[in-house]
C-alpha cells in the first residue's frame, strides 16, 4: 500500500495559481488510480479529478478548465496545477490512491484563496 504526503498549498490571491504535488512511497504506484479531493469545514469531502493508471483524467464541474491533473509514474508524484483560483477554492486539499482493496490518503495540505 503506498504512503502519500502533499506538498504545495498556501496563500494565493485570487486569480493565482498553485502547482499541488502529492509524492507516493511503497510499489506498484502506477497500478493505482489517484484522485485529487478537497475539503472545508462542515462539508463533505469533493472529488476534483480522476487519474486512472492508463487513460483519460476526469474533472469535477467546479474547476475543469481551471485545474489540471497530471501523474509521472517515474517519480511516483501526481500533480494538480490550478490556475485562475478563487476564493471559493479555498479548502483543504487531499490526494487518494486505490487499487484493488488498498486505499490510501495523504494528510492533505490548505490553500487558501484571499487578498
Known amino acids: 500500500q503506498v504512503q502519500l504526503v502533499e506538498s504545495g498549498g498556501g496563500l494565493v490571491q485570487p486569480g493565482g495559481s498553485l502547482r499541488l504535488s502529492c509524492a507516493a512511497s511503497?510499489?506498484?504506484?502506477?497500478?493505482?488510480?489517484m484522485r485529487w479531493y478537497r475539503q472545508v469545514p462542515g462539508k463533505q469531502r469533493e472529488l476534483l479529478a480522476t487519474?486512472?493508471?492508463?487513460?483519460?483524467?476526469n474533472y469535477a464541474a467546479s474547476v475543469k478548465g481551471r485545474f489540471t491533473g497530471s501523474r509521472d509514474n517515474g517519480k511516483r508524484t501526481v500533480y494538480l496545477q490550478m490556475n485562475r483560483l478563487k476564493p471559493e477554492d479555498t479548502a483543504v486539499y487531499y490526494c487518494?490512491?486505490?487499487?484493488?482493496?488498498?486505499?490510501?490518503w495523504g494528510p492533505g495540505t490548505q490553500v487558501t484563496v484571499s487578498s
Open positions: 487519474l486512472p493508471s492508463g487513460g483519460i483524467t
Open positions: 487518494n490512491g486505490h487499487w484493488g482493496v488498498r486505499d490510501s
Open positions: 511503497g510499489s506498484f504506484f502506477s497500478m493505482y488510480t
